[in-house]
């Protein structure tokens, strides 16, 4: 299983950015799992940010509500984070990542999201 996320860049404060996370392999059940997405900005420990549930339910952490939204495909296997109104204190590493039952064990390789003041 391998989930590859994609979408981070430099961005001014104020705007938007889109990530994307596509999970392959053949015995992964997209429509199964919780997707979330989780950020390490430097110096601190990883938070996760944003998940969605197998019914489409969606759960944010205070400092994102109401500028990032969460969301899934599960035909394309493909789960997504758009994040506007961007701030300096949004800039991290994300990660997107998968669970069922139990804690996050699928893990994608990071993407950079820097915001300039």
């Known amino acids: 299983v391998q989930l590859q996320a994609s979408g981070g860049g430099l961005v001014q404060a104020g705007g938007s950015l889109r990530l994307s996370c596509s999970a392959s392999g053949r015995t992964f059940i997209f429509r199964n799992y919780i997707m979330g997405w989780f950020r390490q900005a430097p110096g601190k420990e990883r938070e996760l940010v944003a998940f969605?549930?197998?019914?489409?339910?969606?759960w944010y952490t205070d400092s994102v509500k109401g500028r990032f939204t969460i969301s899934r495909v599960n035909a394309k296997n493909t789960h997504y984070l758009q994040m506007n109104s961007l701030k300096p204190a949004d800039t991290a590493v994300y990660y997107c990542?998968?669970?069922?039952?139990?804690?996050?064990?699928?893990w994608g390789q990071g993407t950079l999201v820097t915001v300039s003041s």
């Open positions: 969605i549930s197998t019914a489409g339910g969606t």
């Open positions: 990542a998968a669970r069922r039952g139990g804690p996050y064990d699928i």
